[in-house]
């Protein structure tokens, strides 16, 4: 029995080496691409997936939103995450919204094709870096606990923020107006008990979020 997959990412040109990549494959058919997260909620049902490969930072709708509504309107779908993001709080957020499987963008052809097999199975697929931060969290408390209090939209603006990005290269990055992104600002420096966007840059190095080159 074939297995359909429709891809969810912002980028064509990656979505496209993914179509590349299966297209030669007995198993596995790409039915459906999407764009972002309203896209792929709207592919789901008229092309009815078995699995969903879900990007997570995406504009519009991002994949930890789009997941949590395709489990609401079609649970028999399974997503896996396939991202860049190695953050605790992506993680542990796309996993609560009922994703059963998490890979890296680095990861090779034959891992994606596994990972879809497995689960496609009902056993759940994680990569090695984000077994290690299941069992971390596990084993012991989250250091990065704090992270938890915001929103994950507000946790994206935080990461960009932290990166030296301007309220409007934000705003048409996500789509959002300049005064989004000005309100949830003064949300993320309420909740983290910060005071500037210098705060802000010190808080994302000390947690990891982001890293001195």
Request: aromatic residues 8%.
């Amino acid at each position: 029995m074939t297995i359909k997959v429709l891809i969810v990412d912002d980028h064509e040109l990656f979505r496209e080496g993914l179509v590349n990549l299966f297209s030669k494959s007995s198993k596995i058919e790409i039915v459906a691409q999407a764009k972002n997260g309203k896209d792929a909620i709207i592919k789901a049902k008229k092309y009815n997936p078995n699995i969903v490969l879900m990007d997570i930072g995406m504009p519009i709708m991002n994949g930890i939103e789009a997941t949590v509504e395709l489990q609401k309107k079609q649970p028999e779908i399974k997503v896996i995450a396939l991202s860049i993001h190695a953050d605790k709080h992506y993680t542990k957020k796309i996993l609560e919204a009922g994703a059963y499987g998490y890979l890296f963008k680095d990861c090779n052809y034959q891992q994606v094709v596994g990972a879809i097999e497995m689960v496609y199975n009902g056993i759940k697929c994680f990569s090695d870096e984000v077994s290690q931060i299941l069992i971390h969290n596990y084993l012991g408390k989250d250091d990065d606990e704090e992270n938890t209090e915001l929103t994950t939209r507000e946790f994206e603006l935080l990461k960009l923020f932290a990166e030296g990005k301007t309220r409007s290269e934000i705003a048409d990055m996500l789509f959002i107006s300049v005064k989004t992104v000005g309100t949830h600002k003064q949300h993320i420096l309420k909740k983290l008990e910060l005071k500037n966007t210098t705060d802000i840059v010190k808080y994302a190095i000390r947690k990891k979020i982001i890293f001195l080159e």
